[in-house]
């Protein structure tokens, strides 16, 4: 009768000091995010939390998002250590692909400026995780309809006019 105690603290505390290893991160992916943003803010972007969560692998998260015609986005994935590989698509209302990161790369990011004035259909794949994995989505709004284009670093590196996707270009860093 006293071995069944005995062995339920051994587990309980066998578990307790390993299940950190085990357990996603949302902080440490957000975190991740927020780290990638730094060079986009210094570009002119303002950054606001889209969503985050967790994801298996083979995993589509697909969230919609409002977009205005003549302004610069950029989106940003940031992960956890568990992600191994993490896809990025945005596609119109249409259903249109407007631009996508598919790059076997842990982190995703892309950047465009749209054409019209609608919804955006986002959609993170988590193409290879261990177990379970965290994601965070920043996505970055520059200028907009009669807004001049000013970058502080002086190139146009990112913005593509018109929303076209054939020249819409991963972001460096993510």
Same mark, same amino acid.
Do not use: C
């Given at each position: 009768?006293? @071995? =069944? ?30 780290? =990638? ?9 303002? =950054? ?13 998260? @697909? ?38 990161? @598919? ?7 892309? @950047? ?13 794949? =988590? ?48």
């Amino acid at each position: 009768m006293i @071995r =069944m105690p005995r062995t339920l603290l051994s587990a309980g505390l066998l578990l307790a000091f390993t299940a950190p290893g085990w357990a996603q991160s949302p902080a440490a992916a957000e975190d991740d995010a927020y780290r =990638m943003a730094i060079r986009q803010v210094q570009r002119g972007y303002t =950054m606001y939390p889209a969503t985050s969560g967790v994801a298996q692998s083979t995993e589509r998260i @697909r969230f919609l998002l409002p977009i205005e015609k003549g302004t610069d986005y950029v989106f940003l994935v940031g992960v956890d250590q568990f992600v191994r590989d993490l896809d990025l698509y945005v596609f119109d209302e249409d259903g249109a692909q407007i631009l996508v990161d @598919r790059r076997s790369d842990r982190r995703a990011g892309t @950047r465009f400026r749209a054409s019209y004035t609608g919804t955006a259909e986002v959609y993170v794949h =988590m193409v290879r995780a261990n177990g379970i994995a965290s994601w965070a989505v920043l996505v970055g709004t520059r200028g907009g309809a009669g807004t001049p284009r000013i970058n502080p670093q002086g190139d146009d590196k990112g913005s593509t006019p018109g929303g076209d996707p054939t020249a819409a270009e991963p972001v460096e860093g993510a």
